[in-house]
């Protein structure tokens, strides 16, 4: 490792650069919000000047990460492998690496936006429009500011998956329930709901799930559909709110008050453990550095005796 790189890797890590690109993200939401405004041109002109001056800040940032790594493909590193033993058995674990997320989620976004600073040179005008777009996840990196903030993105992360299965549970049952209704409503369209397509039953089920006005659905189709007893389709309204909206929500809403319960349990238990080595270490330093100054007046002692 050269010393301009030790150089550059402790440019990179230390505490003034984080202050200052954590600075130009604030700096940029400011200029993104105050885009939305109505502005005249020479406003317009030099909001995009400044854009352009943070494009070119973020990319000598990211250009600075990538170099500053000891290998720079380091810095596109996602996983990180570990061994463990399954029944006996060496088995390899990946897990993604919050680095590495945020490695690729600032690569992306740096890419994205230079494509749309120079969309006019390609054929497809819509680059510009998605450059455009992509611009504003930066101000997720603000997440990053503090350790607060740092610890309620974990928490986020790591209900995650309990969010993906709750997820797919709703989707399960809406797609269960619109092939019942499409059957059921003769695939028509009616002043309140749209039963005539799959997707259209998704998105008139998502608007009962939620509650909007879904009573005024049941008794629409209650008032128009003769091929079922109205009491036949208050259960099936019924039945999926229940299922839905009531019984789902709040089985999630337990899952996830026990999964944060549990995650602050565990770490808790490490943060008191960790405690605890660091307390048994420090009482063994002390305990050394008591048997070394007996140590000491012994030999003192001995030579005050021998004289």
Not at 112 to 138: E, H
Not at 245 to 263: C, D
Request: hydrophobic content about 50%.
């Amino acid at each position: 490792m050269t010393v301009a790189h030790q150089r550059l890797k402790s440019i990179v890590h230390s505490k003034e650069f984080c202050h200052a690109v954590n600075y130009a993200i604030i700096g940029f939401a400011i200029v993104v919000g105050i885009e939305t405004f109505h502005l005249n041109d020479s406003w317009l002109k030099a909001i995009n000047t400044l854009e352009y001056l943070f494009l070119a800040f973020f990319t000598l940032e990211i250009l600075l990460r990538i170099f500053a790594e000891d290998h720079p493909i380091d810095f596109f590193n996602l996983f990180k492998t570990r061994k463990i033993l399954v029944e006996g058995r060496k088995k390899t674990e990946f897990e993604i690496t919050e680095h590495g997320f945020w490695n690729y989620f600032d690569f992306i976004l740096i890419v994205m936006s230079v494509i749309g600073l120079f969309a006019n040179v390609f054929v497809f005008p819509g680059f510009f429009q998605v450059g455009r777009l992509f611009r504003i996840f930066r101000i997720v990196r603000l997440l990053e500011i503090s350790e607060h903030l740092k610890e309620v993105e974990k928490r986020i992360v790591s209900i995650i998956p309990t969010v993906f299965s709750f997820a797919v549970l709703l989707m399960i049952l809406t797609y269960i329930y619109s092939i019942i209704g499409m059957f059921m409503f003769e695939k028509r369209v009616f002043a309140s709901s749209n039963f005539s397509s799959i997707h259209d039953s998704f998105i008139t089920l998502f608007q009962v799930m939620t509650l909007d006005n879904w009573s005024d659905v049941m008794k629409d189709l209650t008032a128009n559909v003769h091929g079922f007893h109205p009491l036949v389709i208050e259960l099936y309204f019924i039945s999926f709110v229940i299922l839905t909206a009531i019984v789902a929500f709040n089985v999630f809403v337990a899952v996830m008050t026990s999964h944060v319960q549990e995650r602050l349990e565990k770490d808790m238990k490490e943060k008191i453990s960790e405690a605890e080595s660091e307390f048994q270490n420090g009482s063994i330093q002390e305990l050394l550095g008591e048997i070394r100054s007996l140590k000491a007046e012994v030999t003192e002692l001995r030579k005050k005796i021998s004289v």
